[in-house]
T-cell receptor, first 112, second 112 residues
Framework: EDQVTQSPEALRLQEGESSSLNCSYT??????LFWYRQDPGKGPEFLFT???AGEEKEKERLKATLTKKESFLHITAPKPEDSATYLC?????????????FGKGTTLSVSS | DGGITQSPKYLFRKEGQNVTLSCEQN?????MYWYRQDPGQGLRLIYY???????QKGDIAEGYSVSREKKESFPLTVTSAQKNPTAFYLC???????????FGDGTRLSIL
């Protein structure tokens, strides 16, 4: 069964304290992995797409990496405004007429 | 600006009542999706549609119905058969199942 698992469920950091969020997946034939940021009461905001093992994408203090079994979202020197829930998702199956499976997310809190 | 508009932002349902949530997109996307989000549950797929006049059930379709008469619109009806409708409902769209989904800002449904 296709599955996406994120860890930890919650993460508290001090401003400037770097860390990583994990997204592990079990799907046959990965056709992309997506990272999103969600603020309370808002819809998820798209951050990155990764398609192949070894690929990396960066945006400000965030860097996403991908291996054959998992993806990491590295947060370097976070600021309070990085506080949000981070979601990862992968397409189900191998057909374009499909939908995404989402993990339950990691809620990040950064304090000053 | 292109995007997805969900309305209303807040909705209250009386016992035995059907309510309809609106979702409109001007991104020219073929695929549209409805998710339900509960605390600690992540995003769960209700229905999705890859083309006009066609849609598929997701993981939790019972008690819900949809239509896709226009490319831009994908309304969701929460029927009286849905006994626990209180949740945050999110609509999304994408070019196809392998492309990033873009989300609206959600509708929060509560029971009166």
């Amino acid at each position: 069964e296709d599955q996406v698992t994120q860890s930890p469920e919650a993460l508290r950091l001090q401003e400037g304290e770097s860390s990583s969020l994990n997204c592990s997946y079990t799907v046959s034939g990965l056709r992309g992995l997506f990272w999103y940021r969600q603020d309370p009461g808002k819809g998820p905001e798209f951050l990155f797409t990764l398609y192949s093992a070894g690929e990396e994408k960066e945006k400000e203090r965030l860097k996403a990496t991908l291996t054959k079994k998992e993806s990491f979202l590295h947060i370097t020197a976070p600021k309070p405004e990085d506080s949000a829930t981070y979601l990862c998702a992968v397409p189900r199956g191998n057909q374009a007429g499909t939908a995404l499976i989402f993990g339950k997310g990691t809620t990040l809190s950064v304090s000053s | 600006d292109g995007g997805i508009t969900q309305s209303p932002k807040y909705l209250f349902r009386k016992e035995g009542q059907n309510v309809t949530l609106s979702c409109e997109q001007n991104l020219n996307h073929d695929a549209m999706y409805w998710y339900r989000q509960d605390p600690g549950q992540g995003l769960r797929l209700i229905y999705y549609s890859q083309i006009v006049n066609d849609f598929q059930k997701g993981d939790i379709a019972e008690g819900y119905s949809v239509s896709r008469e226009k490319k831009e619109s994908f309304p969701l009806t929460v029927t009286s058969a849905q006994k626990n409708p209180t949740a945050f409902y999110l609509c999304a769209s994408s070019m196809d199942g392998f492309q990033p989904q873009h989300f609206g800002d959600g509708t929060r449904l509560s029971i009166l």
